[in-house]
């Protein structure tokens, strides 16, 4: 079954990290992804721009509208995901535990609603 790894950290954290911090996060980052490769269960991930780049579009009364930056003000923002082909929950669970991004925020663990024979055929 497909879960999706959603990580949200605050990005204003990151704005001034030095080069030498984000070189870790990455190497982090770097291993995080060999160790899902290497199980057999990585499918994919991103990282995302700042949500200043974002767009949102929604629709009411037939009307689109489409407004800069994110839809709600929070502390914490999407900075990324990973998709991963695990057996269950808990297995996801578990390699969500050892995501680098959970020591500096959460990470939101959900199941694909696709079914399984559509999957992969999206993209």
């Known amino acids: 079954m497909r879960y999706s790894l959603f990580l949200y950290s605050n990005e204003e954290a990151f704005k001034d990290a030095p080069p030498e911090a984000m070189e870790d ?11 899902l490769r290497e199980a057999g269960v990585f499918v994919d991930t991103d990282w995302l721009q700042p949500t200043a780049t974002a767009t949102t579009l929604s629709a009411e ?10 839809f709600a003000e929070t502390k914490e923002q999407l900075g990324g995901f990973f998709v991963i082909d695990v057996p269950d929950l808990d297995t996801a ?21 696709m079914p399984e ?3 992969g055929r999206h993209g």
């Open 93 to 113: 669970i578990n390699w969500a535990k050892q995501c680098p991004a959970i020591h500096y925020g959460k990470i939101e663990v959900r199941p694909s609603a």
């Open 25 to 35: 996060s990455l190497a982090a980052f770097g291993a995080y992804i060999g160790a």
């Open 117 to 119: 024979e559509e999957q």
């Open 61 to 70: 009364n037939g009307e689109t509208r489409i407004q800069d930056g994110p």
